[in-house]
Structures are given as C-alpha cells and as structure tokens.
C-alpha cells in the first residue's frame, strides 16, 4: 500500500498541506538543541522534511517509493535519499540522535515499530513522530463527504487524532513521552479539494470507476457548499526518548 502514492507523485507534493514551523521548535526544545543527524522514516515528497531541516542538522530520508523518493531529491538536493523501507534500512552502529517520521507510521509494520526505532536511536535519542488528522469545520459538510466517500468503502474507518501517541506510549520502550497539538482551518476550492482525495491511500485502493464515482459525488457536494470546502486540520506530534 505504501507505493500507491507515486502514482500522483506530482499532485501529492502540489496539494498535501505542509507542517506548521512550531514543529520545529517544540522538536528542538524537547531534544535540547539541534541533534547531530536526523533519519526520516517514509519522507513521501519531503512535506515533513521541510520541518525538519529547520533543525539545521543532516537529514536522511528513508522513501520506498522510487517516484516519490525522485521528486524528494529534486524539491530536496540537501537531502539524502535512500530508496527503501524502514524494515530494510541498517542503523549506524552508534545509532542516530533524533529518528522522525511524519503520517508514516501507520505504514509501518505494528509488532516492530516501536522496538526498531528504540533500537535505532542512541541512548538518550529523539523519536519524533508528527501527522494531520482531517476534520471539517462544518459538521453538515463532514457528514455528507463522510457518506460520499463510503459509496467506494462502506467499510473505511479513520484513526482517532495522536493515535500514534497512545501506540507509542504502550509499547513502554520510551520515556518522557509528550504530545503536543497543532489546530488550523485551511478552505480549499472544489477541483483542490478533489486532487486532496486523490491522494488519499484509502481512496487509491479502489478501481478507476469506483474512484470515478466518488469524485462525481463529492463535487456536486461542494459546488453545492459554495465551491469550497473548509478543512480542520489538527497537526499531532509525539515526543518520546530512549532511556540512557
């Protein structure tokens, strides 16, 4: 699943709302200064790694996706970029001092998460896990595309906001283990809002014609919204530390 995205490379990176720069800060104060070298696990487009080189360390992008890992490279020269799955990637030996990932971590196989990243940090070392949950400012509006939507996936159900939080904080690997939220309210016009869906993995999942279907449905809902829809973004970021 985590290689449907470079079939809409170009639009994820156009339309995929970026990270708020207080990711940054709250990243550097938790860590006490900016960490000699940062891996990012899943860094897509470089959405997330926007943020993170604010931290003015190196940066190690880990992105499966050849497509994807292609248009990092060229949004992200600075970078370096390794063409393959957290499970596949080999650790320095000393570890690394700050391990990220930004709406990842549910790509990431559930039973070893956890213990691969504790193992891939230096003792001490930063896990910084970030990611947007999706809401609407109007719930009307959330109704109806919630119901638009389901005509591919009756079945689809969404992760609460900071799940992450909750899977991190049990796996016990970790401590001091904070979170810290983001709220934001980002109006997009319909033929935006519609290359938005496009990208999501849920959608992607479903045949042409059942995709096909969905956007016929959610356009003529927001052209009857007006021609915009206003998204309530919540941005998650979970803090944890490997103990000494």
Avoid: K
């Avoid at 550097?28 to 487009?45: F, N, S």
């Avoid at 005509?151 to 810290?180: K, N, Q």
Wanted: aromatic share 8%; proline share 7%; glycine share 8%.
């Amino acid at each position: 699943m985590g290689m449907v995205f470079g079939e809409v490379a170009d639009t994820y990176d156009d339309v995929r709302p970026g990270y708020p720069e207080a990711i940054a800060d709250a990243v550097r104060d938790y860590h006490g200064g900016a960490p000699e070298r940062i891996v990012e696990i899943g860094a897509g487009t470089g959405l997330g790694t926007r943020v993170l080189l604010r931290l003015g360390a190196p940066v190690t992008c880990l992105e499966p996706d050849p497509r994807m890992a292609a248009r990092l490279a060229a949004n992200l020269p600075q970078v370096t970029v390794h063409t393959e799955t957290f499970e596949q990637w080999q650790p320095p030996e000393r570890g690394v001092p700050l391990i990220a990932a930004a709406l990842s971590w549910h790509w990431l196989d559930p039973a070893t998460r956890n213990q691969r990243a504790h193992d891939a940090l230096t003792p001490g070392g930063t896990l910084a896990v970030f990611g947007h949950t999706y809401g609407y400012a109007d719930p009307a509006q959330s109704r109806a595309i919630d119901t638009a939507l389901r005509t591919i996936d009756p079945e689809v159900t969404s992760r609460p906001a900071g799940w992450f939080h909750l899977d991190i904080a049990a796996s016990g690997l970790f401590a001091d283990v904070r979170a810290h939220t983001v709220d934001r309210d980002l109006a997009l016009p319909t033929d935006r809002y519609l290359d938005l869906v496009r990208t999501f993995g849920p959608f992607r999942q479903h045949a042409a014609a059942q995709q096909a279907r969905a956007l016929a449905a959610v356009r003529a809902l927001v052209d009857g919204f007006g021609g915009a829809i206003v998204l309530r973004l919540r941005t998650t970021l979970v803090l944890a530390r490997r103990p000494h």
